[in-house]
């Protein structure tokens, strides 16, 4: 059984800054894309960052240049630097892993239980 577990979640004033992690545990031996989705109240879940086992990184145009993903394999962890926080960035975020490979095989969509960020003053 795989678990992904975020953390670094919180309330920060505007302009700061806060970094999640999301660390996935379980008998894994390998993971493809990992990634960051945000869901603000009322609203859809919507695309962060991605960022594949090689290092390839994808952004919402909403958060480029002001977000930045990271991973480490051997820990089976992904990052998100969050800089210039505003107003509009307050949302539960959801790690992501699309595809890990385990001893049994492919397992597909996998989620964390979000960690809330509220940007307020």
């Known amino acids: 059984q795989v678990q992904l577990v975020e953390s670094g979640g919180g309330l920060v004033q505007p302009g700061g800054s806060l970094r999640l992690s999301c660390a996935a545990s379980?008998?894994?031996?390998?993971?493809?894309?990992m990634g960051w989705y945000r869901q603000a109240p009322g609203k859809q879940r919507d695309l962060v960052a991605t960022?594949?086992?090689?290092?390839?990184?994808n952004y919402a145009d909403s958060v480029k240049g002001q977000f930045t993903i990271s991973r480490d394999n051997a820990k089976n962890t992904v990052y998100l630097q969050m800089n210039s926080l505003n107003s509009e960035d307050t949302a539960v975020y959801y790690c992501?892993?699309?595809?890990?490979?385990?001893?049994?095989?492919w397992g597909t969509g996998y989620w964390g239980q979000g960690t809330q960020v509220t940007v307020s003053s």
């Open positions: 992501n892993a699309d595809r890990i490979l385990m001893p049994t095989g």
């Open positions: 379980g008998r894994i031996l390998k993971i493809n894309s």
């Open positions: 960022i594949s086992s090689g290092g390839r990184t």
